[in-house]
């Protein structure tokens, strides 16, 4: 099971933006000596006083420059916001940087916001998603190539570095709507998931990607990374009461986004995100005692058949720092353990 801290390096209500910068790189210092296996970072665009990645890759680098162990993820970069042959390049780059410690993840948001920024229809999302990872992929081979789709042309191009890991960099991409699981099952590679609907539902969408994989040629179990918020304190109490101001804080956040959400199914399920009491929140996160939160973490694996964890470690980003490191502490020391 891979333990991965997941941030998009949210502002803390009072702080600056470069305060903002420089704790996060403190807690992922801490990361890294603690011994949590990975980091992955999100992706943020014009949410102003809420966090402050609008570049992933950007933060990646620096973070591949001061760590020297822990793999760096991408939960998402998403692919259709950017040039593919600029992504393909940086992310080489960061591969090189990193010594190998790159891992792809790619996604298209579900946020129209973002795409109303970049001023690009959200409609267009999934054709330009589908056509940008294979820019990306063809980007990476050793040979030269061309291309000529629906959004992009090239000619002759050959991308300058490529990869350290050959023949790429692992690529995890992220599915949220039901419909995607079967689509990116297709294709077969590893996901991203969240546990926002239902186990047995989220079971059986499972189900569906793993048969999609299987029809399409590839073998092997599914490779799943769940991202979830997490909290581990010494008692119960504690545990409950010291990200509850935070977490819901974070729920609350959700409601300035149902006006750009980009289906009625994204709607519902934004709507439902938000307007959770403190006790409905508890049912899709794993806040406990290292014992709690041990048995949490299996009962999960078990159902869902998960590879890793993506832990929101300060969900809503205002838990205090000294708690935020003791409970990565407590993890790493008490749960982490369980299942190496």
């Known amino acids: 099971m891979d333990f991965g801290l997941f941030t998009m390096f949210e502002i803390r209500e009072g702080a600056s933006q470069a305060e903002t910068f420089d704790d996060w ?21 014009f949410r102003l006083n809420r966090a402050v990645i609008s570049s992933p ?48 993840g790619v996604g298209r948001s579900s946020f129209i916001y973002a795409y109303q920024g970049f001023n690009i229809n959200y409609q267009e999302s999934r054709s330009r998603f589908s056509e940008s990872l294979d820019i990306i992929l063809k980007a990476w081979r050793d040979e030269p190539f061309s291309h000529k789709g629906e959004f992009y042309t090239f000619n002759n191009v050959n991308v300058v570095p490529k990869p350290l890991q050959r023949p790429h960099p692992p690529v995890r991409v992220a599915v949220q709507s039901v419909d995607t699981f079967r689509l990116v099952g297709g294709m077969g590679h590893p996901i991203f998931i969240r546990l926002q609907m239902p186990v047995p539902q989220l079971r059986e969408l499972l189900q569906q990607y793993q048969e999609a994989r299987k029809e399409a040629g590839f073998p092997g179990p599914n490779d799943v990374n769940l991202l979830i918020p997490v909290y581990v304190a010494d008692s119960l109490e504690r545990a409950l009461s010291e990200p509850e101001a935070s977490a819901m804080r974070q729920r609350r956040a959700v409601l300035d986004l149902l006006d750009t959400a980009s289906s009625e199914e994204n709607y519902q399920r934004l709507k439902r995100v938000a307007e959770a009491g403190y ?57 982490m353990p369980h299942f190496k």
Do not use: C, Y
Request: charge should be negative; charged fraction near 25%; glycine fraction near 8%.
């Open 25 to 45: 790189f403190h807690l992922i210092d801490m990361a890294e000596s603690l011994g949590l296996d990975s980091l992955r970072l999100g992706e943020s665009h």
């Open 279 to 335: 006790d409905e929140v508890l049912q899709s996160v794993i806040f406990g005692t290292p014992e709690l939160v041990t048995e949490r973490i299996r009962e999960l694996q078990e159902e869902l058949g998960l590879s890793g964890l993506s832990l929101d470690m300060n969900p809503g980003g205002q838990i205090p720092k000294e708690l935020v490191i003791n409970s990565m502490r407590l993890l790493t020391n008490k749960v």
């Open 57 to 104: 890759l950007t933060v990646a680098s620096a973070v591949a420059a001061r760590t020297s162990r822990i793999k760096i993820g991408l939960a998402v970069q998403v692919l259709p916001l950017a040039n593919p042959i600029r992504i393909a390049e940086e992310a080489a780059i960061v591969d090189h940087i990193s010594k190998g410690r790159l891992e792809f």
